[in-house]
């Protein structure tokens, strides 16, 4: 059972894992000591998954995003576990989703520029039968990096 302590310093961390534990501490009213067994409690029950960094796109060299939406004919377990397979190994798709509606999957891609989908796409078709692709370029990320909502943790 998670309390507003818990929930504030989830949120804390989510917003900089790297926060010291007596800023976290001092934040939601607790002793240093209280506060690192909280996190190590919160840890432990799974509350806390990992924690990363997060580094910069552009002085990364991919500061393009495409998010790919799939159409597949193939909806057996065999083609799934090949798709997963294919997209495991891309390192540039950096999110895929399962859909309800009209398209089957999403990709969300990072590339140096947008000429790179095309080598992805080119992967992707190697591997796994696709029925239709649409692609579409990210002008500008208005919201991103948000962290999980805590309120409705019991």
């Known amino acids: 059972m998670l309390d507003d302590r818990d929930r504030k310093l989830l949120n804390l961390l989510q917003a900089d894992a790297a926060t010291p534990v007596t800023d976290l501490a ?12 909280r996190v ?8 806390i998954s990992g924690r990363r960094a997060v580094l910069d796109r552009t002085k990364l060299g991919v500061p ?15 083609w799934l576990d090949a798709f997963r397979r294919a997209i495991a190994n891309i390192p540039e798709i950096v999110e895929a989703h399962r859909l309800t509606g009209v398209y089957d999957y999403i990709l969300k891609i990072m590339l140096p520029r947008v000429e790179h989908y095309d080598v992805i796409y080119k992967q992707i078709i190697r ?4 029925f239709d692709v649409s692609a579409s370029i990210s002008m500008e990320a208005l919201k991103e990096g948000g962290g999980v909502p805590t309120r409705y943790a019991e």
């Open 26 to 37: 001092a934040s939601v009213s607790l002793s240093v000591s209280a506060c690192s067994r």
């Open 40 to 47: 190590l409690r919160l840890e432990s029950e799974g509350y």
């Open 64 to 78: 393009t995003t495409v998010f790919a939406l799939i159409k597949t004919s193939k909806h057996s377990d065999d």
């Open 127 to 130: 591997q796994v039968e696709l």
